[in-house]
């Protein structure tokens, strides 16, 4: 593995802390269920399907690297955006949505030193 | 529908409200503005789908353009959301005006319907254009078709023997559906006298040919073998028909 790889999976990892932390904030929720290995209830899982979406939709990362910075599978992730993206019909929702699709754009790429 | 194509539709029905061109942002995406302020961003991805789609076009200025493809392409899109007719022929389905409209089914049930009012057989006569580019029917004669069309659909006369039991069906607002009703019939009731009028001043023949082609939308060729009349005639005797109609509605 190169040097590469792993600055892409560790920003990648950090975009995804991020994503996380946005949506607990926005959706109420606890960065550790979000983050936990197993579904936990309805709540956390649709809070998790929006961070998966809004981490490839924002930040433009495929659907791969989404998954393995999230920890999940990628065929997981590839159904939250087909589950988000129907559900942005609602206006509401998908207002609520460009909000923080745009929070997350507006961030500075991250300027981190090559990891060693 | 793929994620993407629904991502791309959502941000490009955004573009057709409000017209304009998306300019790159340096990162191989494209920006659009509303009102001054970046809008809509498309991302090198969506851009490149939107690109080989035919979608939007590229100006030498390296910005995006819509291309005439767009408005059909959304129309697709929509329609594949739509009924399950729209979704399974989408590209027939984007030249659709659809209508709801009241038959009889095969058990003289009556049943709402969807009809395509762009294949009514006037409007497709209306449409139509000689060598030289003029129409064979005027205005004037079109919107007179389509005015016996409307009253005849208002008059209710297709379903003449059906009671219309929906307002019981609805319970709570008795007293309202009621007035509703007394409302649509006094009208129905006008509009059957304007049906009758019309064809009284049709004549025997005409009224025929005006109920088969715009109650019944026969086409013409049906028109012609019925009546015994030579090939491609129909039109003529349609257009006379139309013509006194527009006469007994002075317009």
């Not at chain 2, 038959?103 to 006037?122: K, M, T, W």
Request: proline share 4%; hydrophobic share 45%.
């Amino acid at each position: 593995m190169n040097n590469e790889y792993i600055y892409r999976r560790n920003t990648d990892e950090a975009r995804a802390r991020l994503t996380r932390a946005l949506v607990c904030f926005t959706f109420n929720v606890k960065e550790n269920d979000l983050a936990a290995a197993t579904r936990r209830n309805a709540k956390v899982a649709f809070a998790r399907q929006i961070a998966m979406y809004l981490a490839h939709v924002a930040f433009e990362l495929s659907l791969s690297r989404v998954a393995s910075a999230f920890g999940r599978d990628r065929t997981t992730v590839s159904h939250a955006c087909h589950l988000i993206e129907d559900r942005r019909d609602d206006p509401g929702f998908d207002l609520q949505l460009e909000g923080l699709e745009r929070v997350l754009r507006e961030l500075p790429e991250p300027q981190w030193q090559t990891v060693g | 529908m793929r994620p993407d194509e629904k991502r791309l539709h959502r941000l490009l029905l955004k573009l057709v409200d409000h017209p304009q061109v998306l300019l790159p942002d340096g990162r191989d995406g494209y920006i659009g503005q509303i009102d001054g302020q970046p809008a809509i961003r498309l991302p090198a991805k969506l851009a490149g789908l939107a690109l080989t789609r035919g979608l939007l076009l590229s100006d030498q200025k390296g910005s995006l353009v819509a291309s005439d493809a767009l408005p059909h392409w959304l129309r697709r899109m929509d329609g594949a959301r739509g009924s399950a007719v729209e979704a399974q022929t989408p590209f027939a389905a984007q030249h659709w005006v659809l209508e709801e409209r009241e038959i009889f089914d095969v058990d003289g049930d009556l049943i709402v319907v969807q009809a395509n009012v762009a294949e009514s057989p006037l409007l497709w006569l209306y449409r139509q254009r000689d060598a030289a580019g003029d129409r064979f029917l005027s205005g004037a004669e079109f919107a007179a078709g389509e005015k016996f069309r409307r009253d005849y659909a208002a008059s209710a006369m297709g379903r003449m023997a059906a009671s219309n039991w929906s307002a019981v069906r609805q319970g709570g607002s008795a007293r309202r559906s009621a007035s509703a009703d007394g409302g649509m019939l006094s009208g129905s009731l006008d509009a059957r006298r304007r049906v009758m009028q019309a064809l009284a001043a049709l004549g025997p023949v005409l009224d025929r040919v005006v109920f088969s082609m715009l109650v019944r939308e026969q086409g013409i060729s049906a028109l012609e073998r019925g009546h015994h009349w030579p090939k491609r005639s129909g039109k003529v005797v349609l257009k006379i028909a139309l013509t006194h109609l527009v006469h007994h509605y002075g317009l």
